[in-house]
């Protein structure tokens, strides 16, 4: 996949050509996000955005459910997808992760993560989301992202 611009404002977010996932979008510079997942990403018609995943068996636990560490770790994807438009070709860190487990996905489940922004505008961006898998609630987050400027 080569880089390209994106409507997603980030220079490095590509587009998946192939399988379950063609036309949607994903950022490939952060290594372990990309072997954790992948995760995807899209703009609804609404304006919102949706990020998804196919749970397999690597994402799985010892008990055969989905770890919850990876459940954590497509929270902090989808933050910053769910910020997408507040972010503005900027950088940002996520200040904090809180987030509630509601519910188990196996392996298959079609993973979901839908939220909104609750307060932006300036430097520090509130978030708040939920995790489905095959539509049932598995986990809930709220986020904060911190916005900064590439250093020269």
């Known amino acids: 996949m080569t880089e390209q611009k994106t409507e997603y404002g980030y220079g490095n977010a590509v587009e998946c050509k192939e399988g379950e996932f063609a036309g949607w979008y994903h950022w490939n510079h952060d290594p372990y996000e990309t072997r954790s997942g992948p995760f995807y990403m899209r703009r ?7 990020s998804a995943f196919r749970a397999e068996e690597k994402h799985m636990n010892g008990a055969g ?4 560490g990876c459940l954590m770790t497509f929270a902090d994807f989808a933050l910053f ?16 992760l809180s987030s509630d487990f509601l519910g188990g996905a196996q392996p298959g489940a079609l993973m979901e993560a839908r ?3 609750t307060r932006g505008g300036g430097k520090t961006i509130f978030i708040r989301g939920l995790i489905t898998g095959d ?9 904060i992202i911190r916005k900064f400027s590439k250093r020269p």
Do not use: C, K, W
């Not at 459910?65 to 919850?68: N, Q, R």
């Not at 598995?138 to 986020?143: I, R």
């Open 44 to 50: 609804e018609d609404d304006g919102s955005y949706l």
């Open 65 to 68: 459910s989905m770890h919850g």
């Open 81 to 96: 997808a769910i910020a997408t438009d507040e972010m503005r070709d900027q950088m940002g860190v996520t200040m904090n």
């Open 115 to 117: 939220g909104e922004v």
């Open 135 to 143: 539509g049932a609630p598995v986990l809930s987050f709220t986020g």
